[in-house]
Structures are given as C-alpha cells and as structure tokens.
C-alpha cells in the first residue's frame, strides 16, 4: 500500500499532496487497484494459492465505503493535530493524537463495521459524546492498547469505558533493557496433541537499547496425524534477525510491544510478527503474538522476559534440543 500511494504522489505535480490523493475517489480506487494487481503478480510469482478476496475480486460496495472512509481521514487529522507553529503541544499531546488517528486508519484497512467507524470518527472529529479527551489521555500513556482498541467495539458511555478498552491490563509487564535477555513463549493450545508452537527470543544490543539484533529458536507443529509431521512444521529452526520496541517514548526504552522481523537468505523470504504482552495470569506471563494468519493469540510464558546466562544457539539441532517435543514427538 505504501509503494502504490508512494507511486502515485511522485507521479504527480509537486502540489498534489496526500490529503489530494485521499480526497480524490477516482485515485484511492486507483491505488486500491494497484496493490491488488502487486498482490496477484506476488502469488502468482511463488506459485501460491490466491486469497479468496483476490480470487472473488473486490467487493463494489465495500470499495465504495473504503473509499469514503478514507477521504475522512484528512478532517480527523487537521481537528487532532495542531499545526500552528506558536503552539505549544506536549509529547503525550501528540502521541495521545497520532494513536487515535493509527486506531481510525486500522479500522478503516481491516474492514471493521461502517457505523463502528462512524462513531470513531465522530468522537474525534466532533468530541461526540465529550470523551475525546478522555480517550486521547488514554491513548498517550505507555500502556496504551492501539492494537486491542483498533479491533474492540467503540461503544463509550464515559471514561471508565475508555481505560477499560484503551489501556492494557494492570497485570501487562512492560519490556525494558531487553538487550542480554532472552524470552519463551508457549502456545498453550496443543489441539489434543496434534499442535506443538514455541518460541525462544535471544535479544542483543546496546544497554537500555530499544532495537537490535535478534536471535530465535522456533518449533512449529500442526495438524499432526500417526505421528507424523507435514511439510509446513518444523521440530527445530533457528531464525536471526532484528527487533524494536514499539510504542516508546523518546526518551524511554520501555514499552509493551515488540516488532521482531527476520530474513532467510536461502530461500529470499522474510517474515514479520508482533509481540504483545497482554497480563499476568496466576504468575503466568500472558502475550499476545501474531504468528500467523490468525492475528494476535495468547501464548504463555513461565519466566517471562529474563537475563540470558548460556550461549545463543545459532544452528537448527540446537534449537530442536533446547525446544523438545510436549506431545510426545
């Protein structure tokens, strides 16, 4: 989506903008038309199977109510952002406005209910309600939850509503100073010992860093039938790459969100999650990862976020032997 809308701002004068682009209906069906063409050429490229919505085509009317809903952007944006070079605006100030607009343009991308949208946009754009405040102090604060409240309901009646649905759980443990540290993660959910998913992540990087290089084991089992494995799951695999944390102030390096990204050169693809930390549960770290197709779920971690005391492995054996099997593999 960034490569079209880039594509199509260069290709015009210097005083077409992006609010012009957004604005313009005839040119987001344009940029939309684009990215599926780029999607299609994708699979097709790796011989993969096309997603159902590129196969059916894009639905009319949801295109219509995309296109919409995007042209309202720019209005939102020029109530919660003060552009007055005078003005004094504070960090939370603006971070508390930049969230609410990411929430807005998440709902919008991910297809959420028109009417759900419709209320978002009037408690920002028109302070409905009066909570815009009350939301916006919400969403500066370090645990604020972007990505729960960008997928919850907007249905506010006042601010305890608000915190409930915009901030993280008190049990949520923030990630700091990860650099030296390492962290498990478990998916709970063995599927009646047929499904086997955990995650070791060795963090390195400066002290009190708030990105850097990324060490992983994984092993991912699924729909295992006579003790055997498919293709797709792997007993053992190590991973190297980068990871940020998400969400940081500038002058903090704690946060409750990490970007971890890796690259395999051998077969030139590359691969992205977030990882979340959702609560604490009977001395259970919660975390919510985004693993796969489907979004954000919860895996459970013993020790949660600790100081890393052996070597990081660096081969696929390795990683098998420190990740055995819990279904009896």
């Known amino acids: 989506i960034y490569s079209a809308l880039a ?56 295109v219509s109510d995309l296109i919409s ?13 003060n552009l007055d070079p005078n003005a004094t605006v504070t960090l939370e100030e603006a971070t508390g406005s930049l969230r609410a607009i990411e929430v807005l343009t998440d709902k919008i991308a991910n297809g959420r209910d028109s009417s759900e949208i419709s209320r978002l946009r009037d408690l920002l754009e028109n302070d409905t309600g009066g909570l815009r405040d009350d939301l916006l102090t919400a969403l500066s604060q370090d645990n604020a939850d972007v990505s729960g409240l960008a997928s919850d309901a907007i249905n506010f009646t006042d601010a305890n509503d608000i915190n409930n649905a915009a901030l993280l759980p008190a049990g949520a443990v923030a990630f700091s100073n990860l650099p030296g540290s390492q ?79 890796f690259e395999d050169d051998e077969e030139g693809l590359s691969f992205q999650t977030i990882l979340k930390s959702a ?12 693993l796969g197709d489907d979004g954000l779920e919860v ?16 081969t696929d054996n390795e990683c098998k032997s420190l990740l055995p099997s819990r279904i009896g593999l």
């Open 299 to 314: 895996f459970e971690s013993l020790a949660g976020v600790e100081t890393r005391t052996q070597d990081i492995p660096t």
């Open 183 to 261: 962290l498990k993660v478990s998916d709970p959910d063995l599927d009646n010992n047929t499904k086997d998913v955990e995650v070791i992540f060795y963090f390195e990087g400066e002290t009190n860093a708030t990105s850097g290089l990324l060490h992983a084991c994984a092993k991912y089992i699924e729909d295992v039938e006579n003790g055997q494995i498919n293709e797709a799951s792997t007993t053992g695999r190590y991973a190297v790459g980068d990871w940020s944390l998400l969400g940081t102030a500038a002058d903090s390096s704690v946060g409750y969100s990490i970007l971890a990204r």
């Open 279 to 290: 609560d604490t549960d009977q001395g259970v770290f919660l975390y919510e990862f985004d």
């Open 7 to 62: 594509s199509r701002l260069s290709a015009e004068s210097n005083s077409f903008t992006l609010d012009t682009l957004i604005e313009d209906g005839t040119q987001v069906r344009e940029v939309i038309d684009e990215v599926d063409n780029s999607l299609r050429t994708l699979y097709q490229a790796e011989e993969l199977t096309l997603p159902s919505e590129l196969v059916s085509g894009s639905d009319a009317s949801a």
């Open 69 to 81: 809903q995007v042209a309202d952007i720019p209005d939102v944006v020029d109530q919660l952002v």
